[in-house]
Nanobody, 126 residues
Framework: QVQLVESGGGSDQVGGSLRLSCVAS????????MAWFRQTPTKSREWVAF???????RYADSVKGRFAISRDNAKNTLFLQMNTLKPDDTATYYC????????????????????WGPGTQVTVSS
């Protein structure tokens, strides 16, 4: 079972940048599907971005062109670089993986993931 822990959340103003990190343990992430989701108290968990076993990346329309997902295999860490932040980006951000059973293939919905971090809060103020 993969364990995930996010960090890097915080507060910033509109137009600012934040970089989230997710350290994995229990499994090498280099060949796994890894993803970022976010959730607010009034909305269900929303897919943000994923990176598959071939390092192909995909993004939700709401963050395309502003966010970038990447990973450092040597550090077993997933990143989310968030630029040009907007108030609608305010949420708790979660790192997730489909684990070895997922075959390194990604899907853009939360029910397809079986390991989650505890989340990190991002707040964007105007």
């Amino acid at each position: 079972q993969v364990q995930l822990v996010e960090s890097g959340g915080g507060s910033d103003q509109v137009g600012g940048s934040l970089r989230l990190s997710c350290v994995a343990s229990g499994h090498t992430v280099s060949r796994l599907c890894m993803a970022w989701f976010r959730q607010t108290p009034t909305k269900s968990r929303e897919w943000v971005a994923f990176i598959d076993r071939e390092n192909v990346t995909r993004y939700a329309d709401s963050v395309k062109g502003r966010f970038a997902i990447s990973r450092d295999n040597a550090k077993n860490t997933l990143f989310l670089q968030m630029n040009t932040l907007k108030p609608d980006d305010t949420a708790t951000y979660y790192c997730a993986t489909r684990g070895a059973a997922g075959g390194g293939i990604c899907v853009p919905y939360a029910s397809g993931y079986n390991a989650w971090g505890p989340g990190t809060q991002v707040t964007v103020s105007s």
